[in-house]
């Protein structure tokens, strides 16, 4: 006759902690909805609510934020994020079956596919500007970049006068576009830049050489370069010509879902939960190479975390 075996102390231990881990997230969605639970289901969470669906806009190659991997799941620090919020709709609408659908966006059709709610929510790499206020609302802030450059290590470029004459490459409809073309016209340094639509297509350009520089954010360079064939052949450079803080886009006017949204985040960083994504993402391997980005939290991000608020770096 078998004889049932008896769980190990560690395997014991592994799930009350795994027990712990889903009750303190329970806990934190169930304290970020608290504020809205009397409340009427009105704007997006009705939206929601009627249609049994979110639509989570993401992107699909901003690596370590907002990526597809080999699997054809959409993963990342923003996604991670992104899942709190998801979690926290559906205690919030009474459906623990909620369906998700994801829908790739770029820079260019970010904005209009949450302005006509095909988008419920946006949770990629968009800057927060107060420009953009007039069409969407921003959540809180949960990351801060700075505008760079990346280069090959052989290619004498160091900082932004360097690009005089030469080819550069950054990706459409983003601040970095508009920065570089003001500079070009101001400064009458005779570049020709190209536009890409997203990172995947700005990242051919640069390695193929058709571009001498590419000008993105930072840490998102810090992607493209992880993902080059020889990794340490490429360098960030340049003196940063703006900050950018990162909010998840949604629909204006509509303060209660708003106020879920934003309700997620700052639990997650009063609680030091964002600190371990953080580390996740930015200073461990990640897909799809398996390398670590080395990135560490800047006291500007710090400083968000200790203080969160949804205003716009400008």
């Not at 303190?24 to 909805?33: N, P, S």
């Not at 608290?34 to 992107?59: D, F, M, V, Y």
């Not at 699909?60 to 991670?80: H, M």
């Amino acid at each position: 006759m078998n004889t049932p075996s008896r769980s190990s102390p560690l395997s014991a231990l592994s799930v009350i902690t795994a027990l712990l881990a889903r009750c303190t997230f329970a806990a934190a969605c169930a304290a970020a909805c608290a504020p809205l639970a009397a409340e009427p289901l009105s704007g997006t969470l009705e939206k929601i609510r009627q249609s049994n669906l979110i639509s989570i806009g993401h992107r699909e190659t901003s690596v370590p934020f907002s990526y597809v991997d080999a699997n054809g799941k959409v993963i990342g620090f923003s996604q991670d994020l992104c899942d709190r919020v998801i979690a926290a709709v559906k205690a919030r609408i009474g459906k623990p079956d909620l369906q998700v659908r994801f829908i790739p966006v770029t820079s260019q059709n970010r904005i209009p596919l949450v302005q006509n709610g095909t988008v419920d929510l946006e949770c990629g790499v968009t800057t927060n500007l107060a420009a953009r206020h007039a069409q969407v609302a921003f959540s809180t802030t949960f990351f801060v970049a700075t505008t760079r450059l990346l280069t090959r290590t052989s290619s004498g470029i160091r900082d932004f006068p360097d690009l005089a004459g030469k080819t550069v490459v950054t990706n459409q409809g983003t601040t970095s576009e508009r920065l570089l073309r003001r500079m070009n016209e101001e400064k009458k340094m005779n570049m020709q830049i190209i536009s890409a639509k997203d990172y995947g297509e700005g990242r051919l350009t640069l390695e193929s050489g058709r571009a001498a520089a590419y000008m993105m954010d930072d840490v998102l360079l810090a992607g493209v370069r992880q993902l080059a064939a020889k990794p340490a052949d490429w360098q960030i450079v340049g003196t940063p010509q703006s900050s950018e803080a990162y909010g998840f886009m949604l629909r204006k006017d509509d303060p209660q879902f708003k106020a879920l949204v934003d309700g997620v985040l700052v639990q997650s960083m009063k609680r030091g939960e964002i600190d371990a994504l953080y580390d996740k993402w930015f200073m461990k391997p990640v897909p799809p190479k398996g390398l670590a980005f080395d990135f560490p939290m800047s006291d500007v991000i710090r400083a968000r975390y200790a203080a969160p608020n949804d205003a716009p770096l400008e």
